[in-house]
């Protein structure tokens, strides 16, 4: 029988390991992946952070880009009825695109800026609480619960940054954690 490498058990990700209430430990993970984002993205100059990774055909700053328009859709739109623009007017290529003027700070402001204002209604309710009416949901029955969106924000993000890992991979070689 083969024992286990020293490594083992490996620590956990996320909240620690003794939180066990499900809203606190949803919203850690989205914490930490929202952090492991931006560790992803760190050393890489601007140039690369910009440039589409082929054959993938997005550049790791249009991920960030598309990720503020997810949280923007489901947290701030979608749960909290906001009354926000929820789509680019180009719709996903440009959402995905990042325009070459627009300086790499003014995306991950802008990102940041959408984490910001979902924070607040994310903290304030509870997971069984529904989606307010008049945003993305128009009627009770579409309407899902807070937890329902946060555990689909968190498959969202461990896709995304799954790709991420893979077009840092193919910029420079480095691989994820």
Do not use: C, N
Not at 49 to 68: A, D, K, M, N, Y
Not at 133 to 159: C, M, N, V, W
Request: no cysteine; proline share 8%.
């Amino acid at each position: 029988m083969q024992q286990p490498s020293a490594s083992v058990p490996a620590p956990l990700d996320g909240p620690a390991v003794d939180v066990s209430d499900a809203h606190e430990l949803l919203l850690g993970y989205l914490e930490w992946y929202r952090e492991a984002l931006l560790r992803k993205l760190a050393g890489l100059p601007d140039e690369q952070l910009r440039t589409p990774v082929e054959p993938l055909g997005w550049s790791p700053l249009g991920l960030v880009q598309h990720l503020g328009w997810v949280e923007r859709r489901w947290l701030r739109w979608g749960f909290g009825a906001e009354d926000v623009i929820a789509y680019p007017p180009g719709g996903d290529a440009e959402e995905w695109t990042v325009p070459s003027g627009t300086p790499t700070a003014q995306i991950l402001a802008a990102y940041q800026a959408e984490v910001a204002a979902a924070q607040p209604l994310t903290l304030q309710a509870a997971l069984s609480d529904t989606a307010r009416l008049g945003g993305r949901f128009k009627t009770p029955d579409q309407a899902p619960s807070l937890g329902r969106i946060l555990f689909h924000l968190l498959q969202e993000y461990a896709r995304h940054l799954g790709h991420l890992d893979i077009a840092r991979e193919l910029i420079d070689g480095e691989t994820g954690e």
